[in-house]
């Protein structure tokens, strides 16, 4: 028969490039942090130098508003609480404290719920790409060569790139759940399980528990006594 911890048999520690889910789970959060990072840098300038983000109405073909004041302070508060969160993810993962991920989890099952919803309504509404793509200013990047393409081919073209980046959307997701459950795991009481040959599995209770619920404990030997 094979022992083997409960933690090791329902899920895999083990992510991209053969890495262990807590090593991924540091590298994951880390990246999220210097995006988030970057884009908060970026508002920060921004509503430093508004004139540095102006975009006047003949280079976009009409009347454009970049982001007001109010919408920039909602972005700097959005961004700061994606670090925040990143920040503690990465923190629970390297001192091995799981509750500490259980904000990034919920705000990666989140991101998956709203990519989901993007593809449902590009698969019902197929015409909205089209109506999107002609409210774009005149001189957007390939606006006309995304015009000229077949609307079908169109719409099969995102939904492939939306699946692609939902697939790896939930692979992440996997990660992040597997090393959630593994620090969860080595944080409590080790159980062994004995492992028969039929896959049925037998929790072995601890000495006390079994001496308590037997009556009797063991009587150490009597002493040596030299003749």
């Known amino acids: 028969m094979k022992m083997v911890a409960p933690w090791t ?12 889910v807590r090593t991924g789970t540091i590298l994951l959060g880390v990246w999220y942090l210097i995006i988030n990072a ?9 509503l430093a130098d508004p004139d540095q983000y102006h975009f006047s109405g003949s280079e976009l073909g009409g009347d454009f508003e970049f982001m007001d004041d109010a919408n920039m302070c909602i972005a700097i508060a959005i961004s700061l609480l994606m670090i925040l969160i990143c920040a503690m993810a990465t923190y629970g993962a390297y001192k091995q404290h799981a509750a500490w991920i259980i904000p990034f989890f919920c705000y990666q099952i989140f991101d ?5 919803l993007v593809a449902i309504t590009v698969l019902v509404y197929p015409n909205s790409i089209q109506e999107y793509i002609r409210q774009l200013p005149p001189n957007f990047p390939y606006r006309d060569d995304i015009m000229s393409v077949n609307p079908t081919c169109l719409v099969l073209i995102i939904l492939l790139f939306i699946s692609l980046i939902l697939a790896f959307k939930g692979y992440l997701i996997s990660c992040v759940w597997n090393c959630y459950r593994y620090i969860n ?7 062994l399980v004995y492992v028969t040959s039929n896959d049925t599995t037998v929790l072995l209770p601890p000495y006390d528990d079994a001496t308590a619920v037997t009556g009797t404990a063991k009587e150490p030997p009597p002493p040596y006594v030299s003749a």
Do not use: E
């Open 112 to 116: 998956f719920a709203l990519n989901t």
């Open 9 to 20: 048999r329902f899920y895999s520690n083990s992510c991209c490039l053969c890495c262990h």
């Open 38 to 46: 970057v884009v908060l840098l970026i508002l920060l300038s921004a």
């Open 185 to 191: 795991g080595r944080n409590s009481s080790d159980v």
